[in-house]
């Protein structure tokens, strides 16, 4: 989410509608995050929309921990860590690129 922080909010002082699209997409993401339900409860021809959020993953692995005393999966906990730490060093470097116009556009 920091990643995406970055990127969004050195964009959005371009183009200042992007933030309407920003709030839809965040409550859609929240609906699409299994915290009251699980992924086994799902239709299977709707699992590949959750299969795109990472936090559905990482809600899973918290699910498997507390409930069901299991470890969670690892390889694709460190897949979404290291897309994280991708994405941030990405973002951090889109913001610094584009700051420097920031106080022309405001």
Sequence with gaps: MLGF????????VYMRD???FIGVVLQLLMYMTPVFYT???????????FKINPMAYII???RD????QRMPDMKVLGLI????????TIGYFI???LQKRFAEEL
């Design 60 to 62: 899973d692995g918290y």
């Design 81 to 88: 860590f290291l897309g994280g730490i991708v994405l941030s």
């Design 95 to 97: 913001f610094q690129k």
């Design 65 to 68: 921990i507390m409930y069901y």
């Design 18 to 20: 992007i933030q309407h």
């Design 39 to 49: 992924t086994d409860s799902i239709p299977e021809n709707f699992i590949w929309i």
């Design 5 to 12: 922080g970055f990127i969004f909010s050195a964009i959005t």
